[in-house]
């Protein structure tokens, strides 16, 4: 039995992807951990709580950073919803999350069972660079780190020309997680927009599964999908969930090793990942990017989870 934690700001797209883990029968989440991004952490606390309480599971879910390290929070709502799971009424309050902040969760879990955590973050990484900043020793205790962030290779941004959201929204957690040592696999929205998008024959696909989680899955999107076609998508894209494929099932990914830096300030660059393709600076690979994921896998453990 795998044993993952699971960092989010909870929305739409998370949600999905919180189910194909608590869903997934050789693996265990000892917690999820909550982080202020798509959504104020309030409303992230409680999405996360309801879609545990959907599964019908009790996994612990923790309070973490209500901003970015350096900057004020900015949301997505315009996104996902005001509610970030599609403002089609569901109730989004009343539950009790667990004792203990985020970051320290994140700590006190991987240095308990050293080489056997794989973190899989979902949202900006404000959790992640607080408690490798509290505890560096994490870099080499954790077993993998999975995040959906970045751009890949060649972009491009969906927040500016050059940058992803959750790289964005704290570029300096961004940062310093990538500068870390971890073992951080990559996950971009590149990735998400060729491989993870729900075109009508998929949503059709996905219609006739017809269980309540399929149903849930459809509600909690319907804004993103809005969104995502006035961009010029084919529908709504999936980028937390194709994250949470690969780090289920990374054997079918097609990977590169490489030096990346993400770039911080106010300017253009802000969140922006800088990767040396051909070796020009003489490092060695930090991060494993992911450059294609196929579809067709993708989209088959989506729809098993949905079942």
Not at 2 to 19: E, G, K, N, Q
Not at 36 to 49: C, F, I, K, P, R
Not at 113 to 137: K, W
């Amino acid at each position: 039995m795998r044993r993952f934690l699971i960092d989010t700001d909870t929305a739409s797209d998370d949600a999905v992807a919180i189910v194909m883990a608590l869903r997934h029968p050789g693996v265990h989440v000892e917690a999820l951990t909550i982080v202020a991004g798509n959504v104020g952490l309030e409303q992230a606390v409680q999405n996360a709580l309801y879609v545990v309480e959907l599964c019908g599971e009790q996994t612990p879910v923790y309070v973490g950073a209500a901003k970015p390290l350096m900057r004020p929070l900015e949301m997505a709502t315009e996104v996902h919803g005001e509610d970030g799971m599609g403002d089609c009424g569901m109730l989004l309050h009343g539950r009790a999350p667990a004792e203990g902040r985020g970051a320290d969760v994140i700590v006190d879990t991987i240095l308990a069972s050293p080489g056997e955590i794989t973190v899989v973050a979902l949202g900006p990484l404000t959790n992640l660079a607080t408690a490798y900043l509290r505890a560096p020793e994490i870099a080499d205790a954790v077993q993998r780190v999975v995040v959906m962030g970045g751009t890949g290779l060649h972009g491009p941004g969906n927040v500016s020309a050059m940058a992803e959201f959750n790289f964005w929204a704290d570029a300096e957690a961004a940062a310093i997680v990538t500068a870390s040592g971890m073992p951080l696999e990559y996950v971009g929205w590149d990735i998400s927009i060729t491989s993870a998008v729900v075109t009508q024959d998929r949503f059709h696909e996905r219609e006739a599964i017809g269980t309540p989680l399929a149903v849930f899955a459809r509600d909690v999107s319907q804004v993103v999908r809005h969104f995502a076609m006035s961009i010029g998508l084919e529908g709504d894209d999936l980028p937390d969930p194709i994250a949470m494929a690969h780090a289920l099932d990374p054997s079918v990914a097609t990977m590169v090793s490489s030096p990346v830096e993400v770039m911080v300030g106010d300017g253009p660059q802000r969140g922006a990942m800088s990767v040396d393709q051909i070796g020009i600076t003489g490092l060695p690979g930090n991060v494993d990017i992911v450059t294609h994921y196929p579809s067709d896998h993708f989209f088959s453990m989506l729809f098993h989870a949905l079942r």
